[in-house]
């Protein structure tokens, strides 16, 4: 079993910052951020491969997003920069077990419970 926890969501204004925090137990071979706006459907914004730290990015995010991950404390992050308020969402962790390419976004099947991020404009 994975068991994910999200933490570090908050309201800022745009153009600001903000890091998330993902702490995680069990093997993964894929962690990745999804978001969901309201009315919207969840869209993967940022993965990695956690055995080398390879990264992946929503073409919405790249230059402003990065996805890490400190595999002593089992963690992942996700440190988002330039906000903007189209970044406005739920955002959760996730995980799969063994996976294929880590972009593949329909494989991840375990998640956290989301942390709340609110851009003004």
């Known amino acids: 079993q994975v068991q994910l926890v999200e933490s570090g969501g908050g309201s800022v204004q745009g153009g600001g910052s903000l890091r998330l925090s993902c702490a995680a137990s069990?093997?993964?071979?894929?962690m990745a951020w999804f978001r969901q706006a309201p009315g919207a459907e969840r869209e993967g914004v940022a993965a990695?491969?956690?055995?080398?730290?390879?990264?992946y990015y929503a073409d919405s995010v790249k230059g402003r997003f990065t996805i890490s991950q400190d595999r002593a404390k089992n963690t992942l992050y996700l440190q988002m920069n330039s906000l903007k308020p189209e970044d406005t969402a739920m955002y959760y962790c996730a995980a799969v077990r063994s996976g294929g390419y880590c972009f593949v976004w329909s494989q991840y099947n375990y998640w956290g419970q989301g942390t709340q991020v609110t851009v003004s404009s």
């Open positions: 069990g093997y993964t071979d894929c």
């Open positions: 990695i491969y956690t055995h080398a730290s390879s990264t």
